[in-house]
């Protein structure tokens, strides 16, 4: 299937590692030319001249802290200055740490908030104008299946998705007009360090090996592995396309089926 993205322009940020770095990667195959971010420069530049080497697109590579606000608007300014538009934005930061109720105080909340809510504000927000002014766009914010199933010890994801969920359909119903569609992903769980924190992390909690911990984690998967990051990355790819026109306000579990529930 064509997917219509050969020569659109990207920003996906947390992407020097991980499921940001395969929606880049998925996007750059599609003929996309990309402009990541994340916070360690050498990493950073590590991958931009990976996907640039294997997919020939030109790769911009900004390093940024998404919770900064300063940063995130001389990102766009730069894609900008570079690429002249930007037709998708993908939102995504890195995840924040485990913990319960209990060991949690307002600092951990506020940082949570900035990592995974305002971040995504603030991106859409200096990205928006430029979708608006092409009359059409695409935003895909990367979550968490926490969304449909509050995890375990992962209160602050559990709660700052959610609020991402919430300011994505806002969004599709306000931005709908420009031919702007808004979506969520949402991950269950794909081979990247965030996992393997969160693996080891339980493994302590539990007292327990981080491999007891893995194997429990597989066995609840129905398609019997983790995921791949490239398995997350071609569905952002095909939702960022011109075939996934008619979908909006949408979130989507890419979870080898670990997701419980019916909708
Ligand atoms: N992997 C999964 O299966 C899974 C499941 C559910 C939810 N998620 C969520 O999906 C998101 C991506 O997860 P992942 O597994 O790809 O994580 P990862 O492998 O740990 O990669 C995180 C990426 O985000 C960047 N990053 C972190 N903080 C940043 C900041 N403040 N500003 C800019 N870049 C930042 C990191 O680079 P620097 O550290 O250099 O900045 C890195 O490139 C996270 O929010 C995670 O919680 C993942």
Not at 47 to 55: K, L, Y
Not at 71 to 83: H, I, M, S
Not at 134 to 157: D, F, M
């Amino acid at each position: 299937m064509d997917l219509g993205l050969k020569g659109k322009v990207a920003i996906v940020a947390a992407a020097s590692k991980g499921l940001g770095k395969a929606c880049a990667i998925a996007l750059a195959k599609e003929g996309v030319n990309v402009v990541i971010c994340s916070r360690n420069q050498a990493e950073l530049l590590e991958a931009a001249r990976e996907i640039g080497s294997t997919t020939g697109v030109e790769v911009l590579a900004i390093p940024t802290d998404v919770t900064k606000p300063d940063d995130v608007v001389k990102l766009v300014e730069q894609a900008v200055a570079r690429f002249g538009r930007i037709d998708i934005l993908v939102n995504n930061a890195g995840g924040p740490p485990a913990g319960t109720f209990e060991t949690l105080g307002d600092e951990d909340w506020a940082k949570a908030l900035e990592l995974n809510l305002l971040s995504t504000v603030r991106l859409t927000r200096a990205v928006l104008p430029h979708l608006k002014k092409q009359g059409s766009g695409r935003i895909i914010n990367i979550t968490s299946y926490a969304v449909k199933q509050p995890i375990a010890e992962l209160i602050l994801s559990n709660a700052a998705r959610a609020g991402v969920t919430g300011l994505a359909k806002s969004l599709s119903n306000e931005f709908g007009k420009y031919n702007i569609t808004v979506n969520n992903v949402l991950p269950g769980l794909h081979t990247t360090a965030r996992i393997d924190y969160l693996h080891q992390s339980r493994a302590k909690s539990q007292n327990r090996t981080f491999e007891e911990i893995r194997v429990e984690e597989t066995k609840q998967i129905p398609l019997g592995r983790l995921g791949d990051p490239a398995d997350f990355g071609s569905i952002v790819a095909f939702l960022a396309s011109e075939p996934a026109g008619y979908i909006t306000g949408q979130s989507l579990v890419i979870d080898g089926g670990a997701y419980k529930g019916l909708m």
